[in-house]
């Protein structure tokens, strides 16, 4: 039982190229998220969305695009793709509330390699 | 903005023994959580402990347990009876209550030596 699934786990592709990653989990968490680990392994917030809508962007640059059809599903596409854009995307999911412990779950990465 | 600061990029240590890996974090915040995350070559993110502020007991999890020291906003994770599957990238994290991000340290590569 996977709890955050993410598609592709691995993804190279040309400068230039637009591609899609994709995120969905099974916990019945509300809120999703989407970190990049870069080649130094630090992790940053890119996105966060709450029951499908956007709560978190974080200077991403306009060519990242989040959609979420609903609260188990985020998607990250990219246009345009630059060498500096791979990295490891980390899908998360959490549950917001009052009595929620911020405890936010990870998806297995999407190595993004940019040649 | 809260920071987060990790200052042992790498420790190593034999197995069975106790390591204790230290994170630092600033914020003007009362009500946060903190937590440690655990990374393996796998790359899988994986949680270890959370520790709620307004807690004064330090968490505990078997072989995993912090030491929360709210007033110099020390955070560190200490392992006993290290194991080699303990050999992974460990992540301190903090987030403030209603904010939705996880704002991570630089990490620190823990090598269990057999």
């Known amino acids: 039982d996977t709890a955050v699934s993410q598609t592709p786990k691995y993804l190279v592709t040309q400068m230039g190229n637009d591609k899609s990653i994709k995120c969905e989990q099974n916990?019945?968490?509300?809120?999703m998220y989407w970190y990049k680990q870069d080649s130094k392994k630090f992790l940053k917030i890119m996105f966060s969305?709450?029951?499908?809508?956007?709560?978190i962007n974080e200077t991403v640059p306009n060519r990242f695009s989040p959609k979420s059809p609903d609260k188990a599903h985020l998607n990250l596409h990219i246009n345009s793709l630059e060498l500096g854009d791979s990295a490891v995307y980390f899908c998360?999911?959490?549950?917001?509330?009052?009595?929620?412990?911020?405890?936010?779950?990870f998806g297995p990465g999407t190595r993004l390699t940019v040649t | 903005a809260q920071t987060v600061t990790q200052s042992q990029p790498e420790m190593s240590v034999q197995e069975a023994e106790t390591v204790t890996l230290s994170c630092t974090y600033d914020?003007?915040?009362?009500?946060?959580?903190l937590f440690w995350y655990k990374q393996p070559p796998s790359r899988q993110m994986i949680l270890v402990i959370r520790?709620?502020?307004?807690?004064?007991q330090n968490a505990t999890e078997n072989r995993f347990s912090v030491n929360f020291q709210k007033a110099a906003k020390s955070f560190s994770l200490k392992i006993s009876d290290s194991q080699l599957g303990d050999t992974a990238m460990y992540f301190c994290?903090?987030?403030?209550?209603?904010?939705?991000?996880?704002?991570f340290g630089t990490g620190t590569r823990l090598t269990i030596i057999p």
């Open positions: 994290a903090f987030t403030n209550f209603g904010n939705e991000k996880l704002t």
């Open positions: 914020t003007s915040e009362s009500n946060y959580y």
């Open positions: 916990l019945g968490h509300d809120t």
């Open positions: 969305y709450n029951n499908k809508e956007l709560i």
């Open positions: 998360a999911s959490s549950r917001r509330g009052q009595t929620h412990s911020y405890e936010q779950y």
């Open positions: 520790q709620e502020a307004y807690k004064q």
